[in-house]
């Protein structure tokens, strides 16, 4: 059977997102490169696989999907096994925990701090001056956020419970980016919150991803 | 059995999104007024129902959820029948294509339309001067984005596939505000859009959900 297929770099925030799922579960994979200065992004055969031009795109035979999340829900569904289990969809209130801090991640944690990584990164796509008022409103926001997982990860050591799961998952690849800009020291505050990353990045499939993701260095 | 509370106004889009997914599996539930001018949202007791203090919160005997989302993955995962299956997670593909266009709705749907509804809603809120310059870049991403649908939808009958999901019923809050808004003529320019919203509107619990909702008048 052939491997399925990601299109678009490990080095962007939702493609690095679809290929942790697809480490963790141990699926066998190809990334295929997306050539933006070309504008392949917006070419006739990128269109069928995101018909909104955008990355990742994935292939799985005759499947065509797109949006980060929904692949990787499908990766992890697909090559669900006992050991590896990221849904919980078996239990409705692990997986509806599950749900509750992914979309969490979706809708509080990354508008908190994805400006930041943004600013503060080197990148061709930022080496505008940093904006200081971006990112003194996206830390006091993220201040606020990382109390509230502060309190939650004190009493569970993953975000949905004392299980990993797609939801801590679905906070690497932004808190990779974050912890190359100046204002890492900012989780020493949060000590639990600290402790369940250093959890996270110590797995083999984040290792691996890590690898593979140019920091963006200020 | 207790039936299950939300809280937080069907008026709030977010809310909305919950009842109406409680309405098609024909779940039983009590709506739990927020008083927002007291500050109820920020009160211990509700910080308890949500960190974040936003609604909706759900509860459901001991299990406490937030997130709206979430909490109607749940509902629909909890009172799913064979004739009312709005996630289709028995099957990879459909659910894939669920979580497709659910995604899109989040991510790429409503921040397009959602900051026309704001501007040009009559509440207390956008009593403040329309900002054109808003509203008219967001028509502009929205109409990018209703050709997407029209493709799609002149061959599905649904954005998921030839079958109603939760991936549809997601659009339903904004597009219901936004038809009360002077721009609700854009969607003639879209025959299958405008087909596939006069369907979702057909449905009894659409209908019943949609005389709760104080429409927003310019």
């Not at 299109?7 to 997102?17: D, Q």
């Not at 990354?110 to 904006?131: D, F, G, K, M, Q």
Request: proline share 6%.
């Amino acid at each position: 059977m052939a491997p399925v297929k990601v299109f678009g770099p490990a080095m962007s925030t939702n493609v690095a997102r679809v290929l942790v799922c697809l480490e963790e579960v141990g699926a066998e994979y190809e990334v295929v490169d997306i050539d933006f200065k070309a504008m392949e992004h917006k070419s006739p055969e990128h269109l069928v696989r995101n018909p909104f031009g955008q990355i990742p795109a994935f292939q799985d035979g005759d499947l065509l999907l797109f949006e980060s999340r929904a692949i990787a829900r499908y990766v992890l569904r697909k090559y669900k096994k006992n050991e590896v289990d990221l849904l919980r969809e078996g239990d409705l209130k692990e997986a509806a925990m599950v749900d509750v801090w992914t979309e969490v991640d979706a809708h509080t944690y990354n508008p908190a701090i994805s400006p930041i990584v943004y600013e503060c990164s080197s990148t061709a796509h930022a080496r505008l001056p940093t904006n200081q008022t971006v990112v003194d409103e996206s830390l006091e926001k993220l201040k606020n956020v990382l109390e509230v997982y502060e309190a939650r990860l004190s009493k569970h050591d993953y975000l949905a419970g004392d299980f990993v799961s797609f939801a801590d998952l679905n906070h690497f690849p932004y808190t990779f980016y974050f912890m190359a800009t100046p204002h890492a020291a900012l989780f020493d505050s949060y000590p639990h919150v600290k402790a369940w990353w250093e959890r996270i990045m110590a797995r083999p499939a984040v290792k691996k991803l890590a690898a593979q993701m140019v920091p963006k260095k200020p």
